[in-house]
């Protein structure tokens, strides 16, 4: 190969590269030529922004008769982060289901993190979300049993509110919330099996899409069942716990009572104690008696008389006591 053609060579394969013909061409035919440049396209290869999905998104909206986005709006938007096939699809979308959505509505949801374009379809097909999820949101009646529902919740995208809008776990929480209230004011739980419609009616009252990103179009109660009698266990717990109580009060009383008993046997032990120590004393009183001629022994004498004759007696009563038990035992016999 000749020298002098490596540079037209080379030169002809970067001017292809930043100059798409084939994409200048397309747009030229199907918008006209002034909409999309060769310019436009060379400074858009130049910023590493895809040619031909901002050509391909410009040749949709023009052909859909959204001729009032620009090249450079949707070339912002593609540099802030968004997606442009999403947003394109979705104005086509909204127009065509007679939605009113303005670009740069749709950009600012799009850039917040939102499906445009599934919020347009779900505006015009609304989506049912189960509340909750999973299992179902148990309540008690006033009756005491416990109410299990689930409900299905058919809702539609509020383009107006998408940006700054609770999502659908808020939409679930408030719903179930309802649900709860509704049953906990039921009169019994035969009222709830009889008209489940009520709980609808009730929860659908509270304006529970206000601050969503949705507009509740129905609640619906697809699942009800009875569960335990929560007023009888909460009874019957109660009443364990009050058992506890008396049992515990009852023992600190039998505590204190046998506390009380020791403490009597305590000081009838001191008492005793004290009368043997008195009688110790007594000889040694008669001893000081006899050295000081107070005491005769006659007079000794005459007491032990007396000493004796009280055992004598106290013996005899005793054995009539005793024989006193023996018949009665007899006889109850």
């Known amino acids: 190969m000749p020298f002098f053609l490596i540079p037209t060579l080379f030169f002809i394969l970067v001017f292809l590269y930043f100059v798409p013909l084939g994409i200048w061409i397309q747009s030229g035919v199907s918008i006209g030529w002034g909409k999309v440049g060769m310019l436009k396209l060379v400074i858009m290869r130049i910023r590493k922004i895809p040619p031909s999905l901002v050509a391909n998104s410009i040749i949709n909206l023009h052909r ?95 383009i107006e509110q998408l940006v700054g809008g609770a999502t659908d776990d808020t939409v679930i929480a408030r719903v179930g919330e309802g649900i709860v209230s509704a049953i906990g004011s039921a009169q019994s739980y035969k009222d709830v099996l009889e008209n489940p419609d009520n709980i609808s009616k009730a929860v659908l009252s509270r304006g529970l899409d206000s601050g969503t990103a949705y507009a509740i179009l129905s609640i619906d109660i697809a699942d009800v069942d009875v569960g335990r009698n929560i007023g009888a266990h909460l009874e019957a717990d109660q009443a364990e716990a009050d058992k506890m109580v008396a049992q515990a009060k009852a023992e600190s009383r039998r505590a204190m009572a046998v506390a009380q008993e020791q403490e009597m046997k305590a000081k009838v032990q001191e008492m005793k104690a004290k009368v043997v120590e008195s009688e110790a004393k007594v000889p040694l009183a008669m001893a000081q008696a006899f050295r000081d001629g107070n005491l005769g022994v006659f007079d000794y004498y005459n007491m032990q008389n007396v000493q004796a004759d009280t055992n004598m007696r106290t013996s005899i009563s005793d054995e009539d006591e005793a024989n006193k038990d023996n018949i009665i035992n007899q006889d109850k016999k």
């Open 64 to 158: 859909a008769g959204l001729d009032f986005v620009t090249s450079e709006e949707l070339e912002t938007h593609f540099l802030a982060g968004g997606n442009i096939a999403n947003v394109v699809d979705a104005l086509i979308a909204a127009d065509k289901a007679n939605i009113e959505l303005n670009f740069q509505n749709a950009t600012a949801i799009d850039l917040a993190g939102r499906d445009v374009k599934e919020a347009v379809q779900t505006s015009v097909y609304p989506k049912v979300i189960d509340c909750p999820i999973e299992a179902k949101v148990s309540a008690v009646a006033k009756d005491g049993i416990e109410i299990k529902a689930k409900a299905r919740v058919t809702v539609r995208t509020n």
